[in-house]
């Protein structure tokens, strides 16, 4: 490639680096990225985008036809780049701590790709590693391996990410924040100076700190977001045991208070995804290590484990046994716009039934060839809702998918044996099911429909 606009290297293609570097592209930046894995890279050239995120696709396709992304296996050609990404994955060692091997490994490939060159080269790790990991490992092994120290030649940062799955893409357009932790001025001011370059005229709130501190924002953004989720769950679960309780109206009510704020207060089965229970074992493992239990981040956990119990105490409630009980359950992906089940709260609902010896169906509009892979055999994988809801004693709406919202009651009643619903997103109102049994996430079972907020008294 050849030098001249600014140019950024990726190492791991993945939702982060793939997302970001079609952004980057996206402003003109001169992009090379790399993966291990030949297959995908084969799929990028052509510019087929091997996972669902909405907008990432033209985004790669534009970036590919004017070159202005190419994709290799061959690590040393970040040498042609002045600023090189580590995106790669940070998965889970057994025991919930993380696996820093390919961050490493990554560090090692990029120092003995640019050792020898002149020009000045800036690493910024952006995969989520727990803090110290950019000054205790990354550096040493950058240095060791390009032979030159970090400074005049060589510059590091920390860069953590905060894109969601399904809204990656307008995350990285529009971030609320960029986090830099940078090892010197110079590796500050540089990325800095990138990131001007992509937002322009725009002033993104940006906190410059050290790598350690930019490491522990990125683990305190999920632990609270986690945090948010199991606490309404648990008011979800208590208002669900009181006659009229609504977790709804209590968290509009709560959500006013500023100091409280009304997203993320969303009641259902659990969050799901492949970082909040993965970020949190990796933080828990690191305090435990650093000889501090945070025992509010276990309690997070663990309330998030037992709320697929609490889902499926609810079709218990409806059906008094689950044995040889035909049940559907609609939606698998661990939220609506995606086709990613990892930690999907379905799987821990399905996996509960089954074990209670229920018979299940499922059905999702993008996750079943995910879901397949990891579901007990014995599960009944529907092409459409329809089929999924036939014979059922009982539906649970697992995910909010905008299909489930939009499904008929009549459809529920004719297809289904007996029409009780488990709602446990809260998607539909207790009104729109006349004639059914309805139970929902955090709503008492007797509870008469009733405005949402009450006029200010006078
Ligand atoms: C999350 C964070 O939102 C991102 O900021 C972060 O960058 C990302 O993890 C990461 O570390 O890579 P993501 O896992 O894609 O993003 O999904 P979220 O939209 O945050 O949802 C996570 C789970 O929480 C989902 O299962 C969702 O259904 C659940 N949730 C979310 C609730 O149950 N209630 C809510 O109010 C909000």
Redesign the pocket.
Known sequence: MKRGSESVSFIGLGYVGLCTAAVLASRGMKIIGVDIDGEKIAKLAKGETPLHEPGLGSMLKSAVKNRRIQFTTDIDRVVEADVTFITVGTPSNQDGSISLTFVKKAAEDVGSAIRGADAYHLVVVKS?VIPGTTTGLVRPVLESSSGKPCGPKLGLCSNP??????SAITNTLHPDKIVIGANDEKSGDKLVKLYQRIYRARKIPTIITNPTTAETIKYA??AF?AT??ST?NTIANICQRLPSGDVETVAKAIGLDPRIGSV???A?PG??????HK?LQAFIAFSRGLDYDPVLLTAVEEVNRRQANEIVKLSRKLLGTLENRRIAVLGLA??KDTDDVREA?SLRVIEELVNNSASVSAYDPMAIENARKVLPQQVELATDSRSCLKGAECCILMTEWDEFRQLKPRAFKTLMRTPNIVDARRIRRQGDFQGFNYLAVGLGATMPPIPVLAAPSK
């Open positions: 989520t990410e905060f894109l969601a799955e399904g953004s999920n977001l948010r989720v309404i993320y207060l969303k259902g969050y799901g995804g492949s970082c909040f970020d661990f939220k709260a």
